[in-house]
């Protein structure tokens, strides 16, 4: 039985950076099996804020390992990430582990992917970065660009806005939100 579905943004603006997802998990294509699920935490001593999609087992697993990362590499989120996407890749048990992760702190945002991939998103204007992933991560993003680029609306105001018409959009997300803010 796969449990999945999900919307995670990230909006880096103006000096803050904004992790927020969505609470649903899906069952399949027709169930939904919960509304308020929490999938963005803070960590490493409240320093880094991660927030996964995919199946909810897996994504655990990868935010524990992020974490010991974390603590393994003194809170340097790059190498902590390139170490979980390095093993990630390479160990047997972890490479068939379907999920990602969009991991910040207060200076990067990264999507660690399980194909050894690690992305640091454009910022054009060096001031403003989005990045999303999961079912509804298409629209959320598309939505945040477009905010960010003709708005004033703050980091926070724009992940909730872009999360909110995801939401309208995506059967697979909802407007139970979890932000953090760094």
């Known amino acids: 039985m796969r449990l999945d579905g999900t919307t995670i943004i990230a909006v880096k603006k103006d000096g803050k950076t904004v992790i927020a997802g969505d609470g649903q998990v899906t069952m399949g294509q027709s169930v939904v099996l919960k509304n308020n699920a929490v999938k963005v935490r803070r960590m490493y001593n ?8 995919g199946s909810v087992a897996d994504a655990f697993t990868l935010s524990a390992r992020f974490e010991e990362m974390l603590q393994k590499f003194s809170g340097n989120l790059l190498r902590s990430a390139v170490e979980l996407a390095q093993s990630w890749r390479t160990d047997k048990f972890l490479r068939n582990l ?13 999507i660690i992917s399980g194909d050894g991939n690690v992305i640091d998103p454009e910022e054009p204007d060096h001031k403003t970065a989005v990045c999303a992933i999961g079912s509804g ?19 926070k105001e724009i992940a909730k806005e872009a999360m909110k018409i995801a939401g309208e959009i995506c059967i697979f997300t909802n407007n139970s939100l979890t932000i953090e803010e760094i």
């Open 137 to 155: 991560g298409n629209y959320a993003l598309a939505a945040a660009k477009a905010l960010s680029a003709h708005t004033k609306m703050t980091a």
């Open 46 to 53: 409240d320093k880094v804020v991660v927030g996964f999609a």
């Open 98 to 110: 379907e999920a990602m992760m969009i991991a910040a702190d207060h200076e990067k945002v990264l």
